[in-house]
């Protein structure tokens, strides 16, 4: 413990705007590598790397006999690194910061740690072959490592005093069941994808699900969320909550944005640019639902700390005219 607080001393403290830009830069990485992930499994490199942790048997990196698939699985696991990296410089920026604010620690561990969660994941995706369930969780770990950097975002950037409700608990519950309904859908796109043809490799296995069938269940959902958006507007607007409702409109316009490039990518055959940008769109769409979340309550500034009285303060007799 000595040693630490030694250390401690001579470490220069983190600004709060270094701070803030490297955990938006976790943000923007992790969704990054669900895009390049997505690039991998559009471009039937899934199995690029046969193996893992190795990218072969005999070696962990990729080979010339390889080819251009095994170059781009290979190069979206060195992704990986640069990504946990990120994670790894916001924990000890933390940890620098000066003062010490509460709930950054966790959180920051908590997307670091996210990151070779999702990475052994990802491993277990090649060797499965590509099963489509696995796949599909390989996605979803992505989606919950974004969901907490963006907390830890929200956290940096937000004061560090107590919250208060900026709307009603109905309408607080009425966001939780809209971003719940969004986690539904996204769950249900990963249905979808696993039933479709862009597998991640020519052998692979799908689903066994009617692609049809689990369409539609997958739009009826879309068509869900996007009235429980409309309704989020017209409540938050209808008690003057203006950071709500502008929330709301952004999250509603995301969704359908999301929308329309899912029903021409599925009337025109599944596009591997369009899966992409869906891929993207999807992560869009979780973090317009988290600010929704967001902006139904403030977190006001800090009570100032109280001065410390000295004895020389308190023996001190103020002198009267």
Known sequence: MRRICAVNRFVRPVSGTLLRRLTLASIIANVGI???GGAVRL???GLGCPTWPRCTDASYTTTSEMGVHGVIEFGNRMLTFA???IALATVLAVLAHRPRRPGLLALAIAVFLGI???AVIGGITVLTNLNPWVVGLHFLASMAVIAAAYALWRRVVEPDG???AVVPAPLRALARVTTGVGVAVLVIGTWVTGSGPHAGDHGAARNGLDPESISQVHADSVFLLLGL???LIFAFRAVGARRATRAAVILLAVELGQGLIGFVQYFTHVPAVLVGAHMLGSCLV????LSVQWSTRERRPAAPAPQATTPADAEAVPVTA
């Open 34 to 36: 669900v895009v390049t």
């Open 43 to 45: 471009t039937a490199s």
């Open 83 to 85: 990504v946990g990296l």
């Open 116 to 118: 070779p969660a999702q």
């Open 162 to 164: 107590p919250t208060a």
């Open 229 to 231: 958006s409309v309704a």
């Open 286 to 289: 979780l973090l317009a639902a």
